[in-house]
């Protein structure tokens, strides 16, 4: 940010000297002004761009990341017929996965808001957490889902069907399986299928598996909330589309639930405590705290390998 305040300050100068020339160069000062003023705007549009992730760049759109005898990131197109979204996705594939013919079991990764499935793979280095737990046996080898959870990077879903808006739920619990199971060597069944997230990702993980435990066998919460923060637009964001509602007046499923917070995350803290208050049999529930550390991705880094070790012991194993 430091960068683009300097270049808006020289900018800025230069657009005050051009004020200061005579009326004879009225037309190269406008122009000078002009072009001043939209490379301010640009320069913030970088760094706003940095910070969310929101419009990915040519560098950032590579189609794999691969290690010659370890793991591969892949990022494909998933065109969804039910929900009627095409989105790009990474599929992280396990070493494992190079040979022979078992098929692996599925953890569906969702993102924050403001953000994509990169914060993951850049932040988070996400890759090789996954490299390590898998090669120390603390988790099975996994197939491992990166999906965007938007059409538009700056409009929140929070994997909600919005009313007169994108269908980002049945593209992520109907379109994206759909689309593994076609694609990958991956089990079909609903005791393979894992969700975990942070921030905003976090409390759709925890809804979906909620919402879908027919289809998801556990879920892991990294900094998440209880209800979103948007109105879905048929008030579900309060009955059925809210955690703490659907554990307090719905049966609860049995499904696994990993709750993670840090202690001086406020509000993150008083949302997962209150969830786990209210969780009770069958749902089985298992909580991590960080001291400190706010609601940051030095936290989401501290918390990964433990959630996914979670996550992997929660689900079925790989099946030859």
Known sequence: MTTALTLAAVLATATLLALGWNRTRAISRSALVVTSLLSVVAAVAVQVNRLTEAYPTETQAASTTSDPDGSRMLTVMVTGPASGLTLPMYVYLPAAYRSGSARFPVIEALHGYPGTPLTWLRKLNVQSYLDHEITAGRMAPTVVLFPYQTPERLLDT??????????????????????????????????????????????????????????????ASLSGYAEPGID???????????????????????????????????????????????????????TAVVAHGGHSSAVWRQMEAPAFDWLSAHLARPLS
């Open 232 to 286: 879905v637009g048929d008030g579900s964001q309060n009955t059925t589309n809210n955690s703490g509602w659907r554990l307090r007046h719905l049966p609860q499923p049995a499904v696994g639930l990993w709750l993670g917070w840090a202690g001086d995350d406020k509000q993150s803290a008083a949302d997962s405590r209150r969830l786990a208050a209210e969780c009770h049999r069958p749902v089985s529930l298992t």
């Open 158 to 219: 929070e994997c909600t069907n919005l009313r007169a808006g994108p269908r980002a739920e049945t593209f992520l619990t109907v379109d994206v399986p759909a689309f593994a199971r076609a694609h990958y060597r991956v089990r079909p069944d609903r005791a393979a299928w894992g969700l975990t997230g942070y921030s905003a990702g976090a409390f759709c993980a925890i809804n979906l598996v909620l919402r879908h435990p027919r289809q998801y066998a556990a879920a």
